[in-house]
């Protein structure tokens, strides 16, 4: 069963915008030092829709290559079509990975209605050679998978949990409830984290656990064993970062956060542009007023 803390790492790029591998590697190091549970890559953090195909495999595999053995790596590889992700399921396995990370298809939303989404996900699970978990990214996709749905979904032997970002507690609670003891429920977010955790999750995928993650695997361990008072002040303290480095400043703002607190975060790849200087003072401010020390450039 996947629980624990897990970052979606952002994808390091050079400024002409190819993978920069050496970045990449001096991260992947450095997150092998924390508390980590694993690590996801080609998540929404990770730019996944601005990878080709060759490069979604080859950044599978130089991660699996380059981070602990013993700790999982997870390949996010939902695509539009379900022959394009089954596709990319199975290279995403051959390159390594401990579990496929499977967005809904969105592009023609209002064709993916519940039915149509039942069958692409037991497609893919049918076909795929590693446990696939579900993404559910509201935000991105425009299209929230219900908690009927997710508990159907969970029937499936091979679908074995989900990666809920909508942060809706309550539909993550029915999805607790209504699914199977082994299903791995994680929030998406850093902004939920304890209270999802409450309700009974078994994790977190958390863009703040790139800058944050031991606090982040702290929240967890206060949790299990019962610390509340513990648990919710560090929740409490991940809720600016965590803010500055999604919704508000989004990729450029971890990507800024990441170079201020000593990784290689980079510019995004393009059409996004690197986190102005007046964002990055206040990128700045909000990182130290939670106890971190950016003093990068």
């Not at 795929?128 to 998978?145: F, K, R, S």
Request: hydrophobic share 45%.
């Amino acid at each position: 069963m996947l629980r624990g803390i897990f970052a979606p790492i952002p994808t390091s790029f050079t400024e002409d915008g190819d993978v920069d591998y050496r970045s990449l590697e001096r991260n992947l190091n450095r997150w092998a030092q924390t508390d980590l549970t694993g690590v996801v890559v080609l998540g929404s953090n990770g730019e996944f829709v601005y990878l080709s195909e060759k490069e979604k495999v080859e950044m599978v595999r130089f991660v699996r290559e380059h981070f602990p053995g013993d700790r999982p790596v997870i390949a996010g590889t939902g695509c539009e079509s379900t022959r394009a992700t089954v596709a990319l399921t199975a290279r995403a396995a051959e390159a390594g990975c401990d579990a496929a990370l499977v967005l809904t298809p969105h592009y023609f939303k209002g064709a993916m209605n519940p039915g149509v989404l039942k069958r692409f996900f037991f497609d893919v699970a049918d076909s795929a050679e590693i446990p696939v978990m579900l993404y559910n990214m509201p935000g991105n996709t425009g299209l929230n998978m219900t908690s009927a749905l997710v508990i159907e979904l969970s029937e499936h032997p091979n679908i074995v949990g989900i990666k809920d970002s909508g942060g809706n507690i309550v539909q993550i609670s029915e999805i607790i409830a209504g699914t199977p003891d082994d299903f791995s429920v994680f929030a998406g977010s850093g902004s939920f984290l304890l209270p999802a955790l409450t309700m009974g999750a078994v994790g977190g995928t958390l863009a703040v656990a790139n800058i944050m993650a031991d606090e982040c695997a702290a929240t967890l361990a206060a949790s299990e064993a019962g610390d509340m008072e513990k648990a919710v002040a560090l929740q409490r303290n991940l809720l600016k970062p965590n803010a500055a480095v999604t919704g508000r400043f989004g990729i450029p703002g971890l990507k800024a956060a990441m170079d201020m607190l000593g990784f290689s975060g980079g510019p995004p790849r393009r059409p996004m542009l690197p986190l102005p200087e007046e964002s990055r003072r206040e990128l700045r401010s909000v990182l130290a007023d939670a106890g971190l020390d950016p003093r990068g450039h």
